[in-house]
C-alpha cells in the first residue's frame, strides 16, 4: 500500500469525466504542482485520477477541487 499526500494549494487543474447521463463510472483527474515551492522557474507537474462508482455524484466533489485550482492559479499569476 502506497499514501500520497498532495497539498491542496498545489492543484492546478481538475477534470471531470462521465460516460453519460446519470453520472455512470465517473472519474476526476487533477493536475498539481509537485515542485515544493510553488513559484519556481521549473515546475514540476503530476496527475491523478480518482474513479467512483455509477451512482456516485461527483458534481459537489468537482466544484470545490475546480474551485481551489482557480484560486491557486490566481495566486500563482499575482
Known sequence: MSV????????VDVRMETSGFGFDD??????????????????EYSSHKL??????????LYQLLQGL??????KLNQ
Open 69 to 74: 485550482a482557480y484560486e491557486n492559479c490566481v
Open 51 to 60: 474513479e467512483f462508482p455509477k451512482k456516485y455524484n461527483v458534481q459537489g
Open 26 to 43: 465517473s472519474e476526476l483527474t487533477f493536475t498539481y504542482i509537485k515542485t515544493p515551492y510553488l513559484k519556481a522557474h521549473n515546475l
Open 4 to 11: 500520497e499526500s498532495i497539498n491542496l494549494h498545489s492543484i
